[in-house]
């Protein structure tokens, strides 16, 4: 059980700091833009998905409270 919660609070960490670097998800999207006699248009369109540094700094607070815990529980 140990050894989950402290592996739980390492990925918890290491998404933290991505979310910093990155500061959003970008992705790409086939959208159909017209169909006209059977021919269809599609045009690619890029989202992205926002993370504000909030969601950082929760995951990073979170998963060093997993890794304390880990460590009392272990003594």
């Known amino acids: 059980m140990k050894s989950v919660i402290n592996i739980l609070g390492i990925v918890l960490i290491i998404l933290g700091i991505v979310s910093f670097a990155y500061k959003g ?5 086939k959208e159909q833009v017209a169909e006209i006699a059977g021919l269809q248009v599609t045009a690619d369109t890029q989202k ?5 540094p909030l969601v950082g700094g929760v995951s990073i607070a979170a998963g060093l409270f997993l890794l304390i815990i880990g460590r009392l529980r272990g003594k």
């Open 48 to 52: 992205t998905i926002h993370l504000p």
């Open 25 to 29: 998800i970008t992705y790409t999207k």
